[in-house]
């Protein structure tokens, strides 16, 4: 059974810095597209960051570029770093996970197929 395990939100002040860990377990695949997605209230989820867990493409969001980095770790696990955090990236953050695709964009129409976990939420005060 897939499942998706989401850790490290908190709060933290602007500037500050933040990590968020993903396991994704169920999946027979040695590499899967994950990703970081948020939605804060009123507003629509958006895409992140996302990677291959090969770890050889990732994408990123214009507004976080430079800010945050999505790097794999051991089997289907992914890191979320978040620096220089801003009060507009308070949102909940979810992970997301696809298997057996190898478009990983975060415009991708694979994401359509995902599994999501539960969401960490993540406060950054100004």
């Known amino acids: 059974q897939v499942q998706l395990v989401e850790s490290g939100g908190g709060s933290v002040q602007a500037g500050g810095s933040l990590r968020l860990s993903c396991v994704a377990s169920g999946y027979s695949y040695s590499s899967i597209c994950m990703g970081w997605f948020r939605q804060s209230p009123g507003k629509e989820r958006e895409g992140v960051a996302t990677?291959?867990?090969?770890?050889?493409?990732t994408y990123y969001a214009d507004s976080v570029k430079g800010r945050f980095t999505i790097s794999p770790g051991n089997k289907n696990t992914v890191y979320l770093q978040m620096n220089s955090l801003k009060h507009e990236d308070t949102a909940m953050y979810y992970c997301a996970a696809v298997a057996g695709s190898l478009f990983c964009s975060l415009t991708s129409r694979s994401w359509r197929s995902a599994r999501w976990g539960q969401g960490t939420q993540v406060n950054v005060s100004s």
């Open positions: 990677i291959y867990t090969d770890g050889i493409s």
